[in-house]
């Protein structure tokens, strides 16, 4: 039987955290790294502004995205702008009218209701054209976004840990130390050095941190480094209660304790639907209340949003598969009039079922570049990790009226007419890869340890406990027991799609639960053979005791 010491030591070498330091910040329930937020290029200058705008009475708008980390990151803007003046108000696009970003109308609708700074969060980095027209109109703007800015960047002041260093303001500046930072996680950076300029008190910095946690792990950034720190510190406050809205929408959809896990597969859905089905303001609004009527009735609207959400998804997922060739390298479905609100996410699903990148396109109503008749397609990416689609897409930039995105995800607005040349241009990129790597598509699993049936214990699933938060950039670990006997299998669900088992090797066995592939594997299950199994190990707590189950991905036997 091995340590469970030797096991989390081979765990965290493999990951790189090698000396004490490193190994005592990474497995701390308090973790202290983090970093000054005026290193950000333009900090200092966007924190004046805002201190001498409010001061002088202007009304100010946030400007956000209308997805969990916009919901979120214009939530924590509005902790900080809050403490400055009442005379503010939140802007959140419309993705069927206005689509993801700055855009003109909405420009011309925030003067009219009286703005005089507008304040983005989690967008507008590389609106060159939106922020010179807003300039133009004699708005104020500060930019805060964590998008990548390649051959532009908009005017003025903008707040972005990817910013190049030819684009720096500030001579001398360095990039900043933490680049992956979500839009939420710039937002938070920001009302920091609001915090420290303008002496607030620090519970304006304690009030937001839920909201980070939410947003950093709905963006799927990498959770190392700065972004652990502040994840680590949110889950603990959204724990804690003391934002009623998140709790009831928590308790509504039967999550007992707030983890990365739930808050990826959860709360982040609900947060999304409201921009997918209908508007993100009903999400925005029901963080921002502490209303019980309007929570009540926010949270209602985020459950129905999210039901509807997953009907319509799965039968657009069904059309799109049986569109998809299967000898794609990079797949392109002009799909037609699939509902916007759905089409990340279906990409996303057909980049899991294939192992390709997918893009997604779909009419758009907007005016092209050639006025009125023009016809124009809306896209939306997702891409394995193998392939950066945003350097795929940037390479034919030229094709695009808007385009925005990072490596795993885009998205565009294009003249129909380009859609032949973009899937040339893709392929033509993605053909170039294989030949410089001919198993770029080859589905592998990082395995960090191999046990044994008896090292499977409550003690090591306790202690991988504080490896967490897990989620992109920090996996839960994955383990492999080599050939053992499966043992007492039952299945479980109502078609026996799940099921139990023991995988035992001598005297000792580990329990194993199988999920949705209990049938496929039906043979391997009850064949009496020797398997190599797959998987993560999982505490859990049942009545007040401990317990410890094998999460099973995978089994192969033994031959």
């Not at 060159?128 to 300039?135: F, H, S, T």
């Not at 950034?221 to 709790?247: C, F, H, M, Q, W």
């Not at 032949?420 to 001919?438: G, H, K, M, T």
């Not at 799609?497 to 580990?510: P, Q």
Request: glycine content about 8%.
């Amino acid at each position: 039987m091995r340590r469970t010491e030797d096991i989390l030591d081979e765990i965290l070498n493999k990951r790189g955290i090698i000396t004490a330091a490193d190994r005592e910040e990474y497995l701390s329930p308090k973790p202290e790294r983090t970093y000054d937020p005026f290193l950000l290029d333009g900090m200092k200058a966007g924190v004046d502004l805002l201190i001498s705008a409010a001061g002088e009475g202007d009304r100010i708008c946030i400007y956000g995205d209308y997805d969990a980390d916009g919901v979120t990151a214009s939530t924590v803007m509005a902790c900080g702008v809050s403490r400055l003046t009442d005379n503010w108000f939140f802007y959140i696009p419309s993705r069927f009218e206005e689509g993801y970003g700055l855009n003109v109308n909405a420009i011309d609708k925030i003067i009219e209701r009286g703005a005089d700074l507008v304040i983005t969060v989690d967008c507008g980095c590389v609106s060159v054209n939106e922020v010179r027209y807003a300039l133009d109109k004699g708005l104020k703007v500060i930019i805060t976004d964590h998008h990548n800015i390649e051959d532009c960047i908009a005017e003025g002041i903008v707040i972005d840990p990817k910013k190049p260093e030819c684009f720096m303001s500030e001579a001398g500046k360095e990039p900043y130390p933490c680049r992956d930072l979500a839009g939420c996680g710039v937002a938070f950076k920001f009302i920091q050095a609001l915090q420290r300029a303008a002496d607030l008190p620090k519970s304006v910095l304690s009030e937001a941190l839920d909201m980070v946690a939410v947003g950093t792990i709905g963006d799927i950034v990498p959770l190392r480094d700065e972004n652990r720190t502040l994840v680590k510190y949110g889950i603990a406050a959204a724990n804690s209660g003391r934002r009623p809205s998140l709790a009831k929408l928590a308790e509504a959809i039967s999550l007992d304790e707030i983890t990365s896990s739930n808050i990826a597969f959860g709360i982040v859905p609900h947060i999304n639907a409201s921009g997918r089905m209908a508007s993100a303001m009903t999400a925005l609004e029901l963080f921002n209340s502490t209303d019980d009527n309007v929570i009540n009735s926010r949270v209602h609207q985020l459950i129905q949003y999210n039901r509807q959400r997953k009907n319509i998804q799965e039968e657009a997922f069904k059309k799109c598969a049986e569109m998809v060739r299967g000898d794609e390298n990079f797949i392109v479905l002009n799909v037609g009039d699939m509902h916007e609100g759905i089409a990340g996410i279906v990409a996303g699903k057909i980049k899991d079922r294939f192992s390709r990148p997918a893009i997604l396109v779909t009419p758009s109503d907007e005016v092209g570049r050639g006025g009125e008749g023009v016809k124009l397609l809306k896209g939306t990416g997702r891409s394995i990790d193998a392939v950066n689609i945003y350097e795929a897409l940037n390479s034919c930039s030229e094709l695009f009226i808007r385009f925005g995105g990072h490596s795993k995800a885009c998205g565009f607005l294009m003249e129909a007419d380009n859609l032949d040349r973009l899937i040339e241009s893709v392929n033509r990129d993605v053909e170039r890869q294989l030949a410089e790597n001919p198993d770029l598509f080859a589905k592998t699993v990082d395995i960090d340890a191999v046990i044994a049936p008896e090292d499977v214990t409550v003690d090591l699933a306790r202690e991988l406990l504080k490896m967490a938060p897990f989620g992109e950039g920090n996996p839960e670990p994955v383990f492999r027991m080599h050939d053992v006997n499966i043992r007492n299998v039952t299945y479980m669900g109502a078609e026996y799609t799940h099921a139990r088992f023991s995988a035992s090797e001598g005297k000792t066995y580990a329990p194993c639960v199988l999920f949705r592939r209990a049938q496929d594997l039906k043979p391997l299950l009850e064949g009496g053979g020797r398997a190599d199994i797959t998987g993560t190990v999982s505490h859990q707590v049942w009545r007040g005791q401990e317990r410890v189950q094998f999460i099973v991905e995978d089994i192969d036997a033994v031959n």
